[in-house]
Nanobody, 121 residues
């Protein structure tokens, strides 16, 4: 079974840091374009950071200078380093990735289950 498994969420005080990890498991060949999204209660889901297979990155204005997206292809893992966290960063964070499967000639899109990040003032 192909899955994206997230870890690293939790509770942190304002100004603190967390690193989220998203690891692809199963019969995959590679992870291509990846996005980290978040959804706060009563809010729409928003894209906060993305990275391409060529390591080009983009960030939402609200997180520029504070969040960093990266990848380790050898480990089939993507990361979201979150520094200088603010209460408004509180949300469920989701990993989304295009995965090259071992049994198909094209990519397929998968979502992680989401991980809760809570930032207190």
């Amino acid at each position: 079974q192909v899955q994206l498994v997230e870890s690293g969420g939790g509770w942190v005080q304002a100004g603190g840091s967390l690193r989220l990890s998203c690891t692809a498991s199963g019969s995959i060949l590679s992870i291509n374009t990846v996005g980290w999204h978040r959804q706060a209660p009563g809010k729409q889901r928003e894209l906060v950071a993305s990275i391409t297979s060529g390591d080009s990155t983009n960030y939402a204005d609200s997180v520029k200078g504070r969040f960093t997206i990266s990848r380790d292809n050898a480990k089939n893992t993507v990361y979201l380093q979150m520094n200088s966290l603010k209460p408004e960063d509180t949300a469920v964070y989701y990993c989304n990735a295009d995965l090259r499967l071992s049994w198909l000639p094209v990519d397929r899109n998968y979502w992680g289950q989401g991980t809760q990040v809570t930032v207190s003032s």
